[in-house]
């Protein structure tokens, strides 16, 4: 390895240790274990909260009168102003910010059908602890900071220590490590943000970017926390977490071989074709040594610090604008269903056979909560609570919702509201798959547990 001045490995190891501390390290405050990002924003809501659901009103406003006005200028393909990058997209996404600002005025101001601005639908999402609302904080501080995790070295370290675990197991980059690592720890929203923002820099293909997404995007350790409370089982959690995690795993093994994932086209986002030569390391390399190399080869390209600000607010408008509309657009559509149709427990009728196959009591009950998680995470155990009385079926209900991951109230809309190749009927289609291949292995596991608890 070459030598690097001083300074190179300042650049590398000061913004890099920050960002993993601010997105990583999970800290205890008075509310709990969380990582200090998550933190900052928790206050930023909190101080905002009188004015916040009608901030994100005027940006969902500004983001469909935007993209409406400029459906209007020329796009210059050799140099593409940000604004005309952020504003002009395609008529379906124009729509869709147009559909999320009515939906937002709607909800501030209780107008037209309560069904929209009702606190179990639109209202839910836009309350001023609502998930939207919660947005205009994450992403301020997600976007402003992103670029310490980005730019200085940190995923070209770990994604050369991590290609020869993360490519046979997972068909994914080394890289990728950080993107599970911030959502594990920190939140599935932070994990889809950061695989984006990789995806749109042209450092994962469109198959790539859409695993990670929707595979790696898991529910953080204190969401898994307050679902297994909701149903009234804190005690095993223990039990519960460890199931999640095992769960996940087969799933991130499985879901890349089948169908959708598989068959989503395997090219960066400008067209250029993957290659396994550009991940070979050479024979006898010491692969630490060659990270650290790469990593402090990137650090020493930065030495602007008004670029890397620039880009860390370039970052959190593109997620202000293009991401909270779809959000509040899909997100209250969905809980409309959920909420005020039998949508979701026609759809949940197969899985009462599946369950009763399981052995899994009240299955009847619990069909349909196998299928409304993809509205919102935590509908399936509100719908089981008080209603079933089954350890093992709320035990399975609860670890399910967590693995199920894509939502639409959550991690589905924030999806669809970036440039990673996946629609609607894709992200239905994987929630559903996730579902069939977890419930026996969640079911095997439940009556395991239960049948010990009833021994002891």
Do not use: C
């Not at 990583?24 to 998550?38: N, S, T």
């Amino acid at each position: 390895m070459k030598k690097y001045t001083a300074s190179t490995w300042f650049v590398f190891l000061i913004p890099s240790l920050l960002g993993i501390m601010l997105f990583m390290i999970p800290l205890p405050f008075q509310d709990g274990w969380k990582v200090p990002i998550a933190k900052l924003a928790d206050l930023m809501a909190g101080s905002l909260e009188p004015v916040i659901s009608q901030l994100m009103m005027v940006m969902i406003i500004l983001s469909a009168l935007g993209s409406i006005l400029f459906s209007f200028v020329r796009k210059d393909p050799q140099r593409p102003s940000f604004f005309v990058n952020l504003f002009k997209v395609t008529p379906f996404w124009t729509i869709t910010r147009v559909i999320g600002a009515v939906f937002s005025v709607m909800v501030v101001f209780k107008l037209g059908p309560e069904a929209i601005w009702s606190e179990n639908t639109g209202g839910l999402l836009l309350a001023s602890d609502g998930l939207v609302s919660f947005l205009f904080s994450i992403f301020f501080f997600a976007g402003l900071l992103l670029p310490l995790l980005l730019n200085f070295g940190l995923l070209e370290f770990f994604g050369t220590l991590m290609v020869k675990i993360m490519r046979p197991l997972f068909n994914l980059p080394g890289r990728s490590s950080i993107d599970a690592l911030a959502s594990w720890i920190g939140d599935g929203t932070i994990g889809v943000l950061l695989t984006s923002k990789q995806y749109e820099e042209g450092h994962y293909t469109q198959r790539e970017a859409a695993i990670i997404s929707t595979t790696f995007s898991v529910v953080s350790i204190t969401f898994s926390l307050v679902i297994i409370d909701t149903v009234g089982m804190a005690d095993y959690f223990l039990p519960f977490y460890g199931t999640v995690v095992l769960t996940g795993l087969i799933l991130a093994l499985v879901m890349p071989r089948i169908y959708p994932l598989r068959s989503i086209k395997n090219t960066y986002i400008d067209d250029r074709e993957f290659s396994l030569e550009d991940e070979k390391l050479p024979e006898g390399t010491n692969v630490f040594a060659l990270g650290l190399d790469t990593a402090l080869q990137t650090a020493s390209k930065q030495r602007s610090i008004g670029k890397t600000v620039k880009m860390g607010f370039q970052n959190v408008l593109d997620m202000w604008f293009g991401v909270a509309p779809v959000v509040m657009a899909f997100g209250t559509v969905a809980l409309m269903l959920a909420e005020y149709t039998s949508i979701f427990r026609i759809l949940g009728k197969p899985f009462e056979y599946i369950l009763e196959f399981l052995r899994i009591p009240e299955a009847a009950d619990a069909a349909q909560t196998m299928v409304v998680g993809f509205a919102d995470m935590f509908l399936p155990v509100i719908l089981a609570e008080g209603v079933i009385t089954s350890p093992v079926t709320l035990f399975t209900i609860a670890a399910v919702s967590v693995v199920q991951l894509i939502y639409m109230s959550e991690v589905g809309g924030l999806i669809l509201g970036t440039k990673i190749p996946l629609n609607i009927f894709d992200l239905l289609i994987i929630f559903l798959l996730r579902t069939i291949i977890a419930l026996p292995i969640i079911a095997g596991i439940a009556h395991l547990l239960f049948w010990f608890v009833d021994k002891v």
